[in-house]
């Protein structure tokens, strides 16, 4: 299996990543699990964690045939990587690609790709099934309010809907932002109080 996390929202991809590592060792208890940052990415250099992660796949475990490999910052930062002519080809690209390609048959291998890019022209049939793609753009508007609004309740706050509004203006599709002021309304708050945060108190906590 192959699953690629992707998009600029680090927020709720790196929330979405802690939810299937949590989920992961509780189906595949005895399952090895390996991560590996590759930082300027896989076609332009890091040649040791590629290595370190083709042994780590073709390692044979002792007790269970399971495996989760998390890769990241495979794409890299530099360039637009949907361009077709600009990149350099290089042999551990094209290694890779085969691996995935591999993996995503493969009912013990899962290949988990954490990128804040969407992938090289090459890799686009990570984007057809039975691979699993999800993206995670900046949210605007009224889906960033839901976002709030749904934060908060994780939280077991809730928040007036002025104050939503002006949560939603402040932060601007700041996932990271919004999160803090609810986690330090919270905090403030205290849990044995369940009024909702107004406005006013909103701007006298936050200095609006």
Known sequence: MVILLYGSDSYRRLKRLKKLLGAYPEKNPQAMVG??????SAEN???EQFQEFKAFIQNQPLFSPKKLAILENVWGGSENSRSRGSRKTKTSATEL?????AAISSPDLTILLFE???PPVAFDFLFKKPAIAEQF???KGQKFKLFIEN?????????QEDALDLLTANFKGDGWGAATEIAKLRWLRGEADSRPVSLIELMAVSGY
Do not use: M, V
């Not at 934060?151 to 928040?159: G, P, Y």
């Open 35 to 40: 991560r590996f940052n590759f930082g300027d």
């Open 45 to 47: 250099g890091s040649a």
């Open 97 to 101: 690609k085969k691996i995935l390609e």
């Open 116 to 118: 804040e890019k969407s």
């Open 137 to 139: 753009t900046e949210l």
């Open 151 to 159: 934060e908060a309740r994780e939280l077991e706050i809730a928040i």
